[in-house]
């Protein structure tokens, strides 16, 4: 059974850092890109970040440039996002989800394979 299990959510101030965590089973993380999703309440789930089933390339919406960095340790499973310098409009429930390794639709949530339940970030000012 395919699990992807996200943590590392909360409710921080503004400019705060919070770094979430990926562990997915059930299925070859190693196969699959990994990518960071995220929506907020009345709003269109949103793309945030991937990074390829080689930890060779990562990929940033505008919004998180500069601000986020996505990683992954393929020994341990997990792929992480590290978000810095916070700010309340990136307040959204955070998933995670699992893309095939020979797809380059990155950025379409739609051709993802596999989905978190989602992990709640609040920024307060």
């Known amino acids: 059974q395919v699990q992807l299990e996200e943590s590392g959510g909360g409710l921080v101030q503004a400019g705060s850092s919070l770094r979430l965590s990926c562990v997915p089973s059930?299925?070859?993380?190693?196969?699959?890109?990994m990518g960071w999703f995220r929506q907020a309440p009345g709003k269109e789930r949103e793309f945030v970040s991937v990074?390829?089933?080689?930890?060779?390339?990562?990929y940033y919406s505008d919004s998180v440039k500069g601000r986020f960095t996505i990683s992954r340790d393929n020994a341990k499973s997990t792929v992480y996002l590290q978000m810095d310098s916070l700010k309340p409009e990136d307040t959204a429930v955070y998933y995670c989800?699992?893309?095939?390794?020979?797809?380059?639709?990155?950025?379409?949530?739609?051709?993802?394979?596999?989905w978190g339940q989602g992990t709640q970030v609040t920024v307060s000012l």
């Open positions: 059930g299925y070859a993380f190693n196969r699959y890109h």
């Open positions: 990074i390829t089933w080689t930890g060779t390339e990562t």
């Open positions: 989800a699992a893309l095939i390794y020979y797809s380059t639709n990155y950025f379409a949530g739609d051709t993802y394979d596999y």
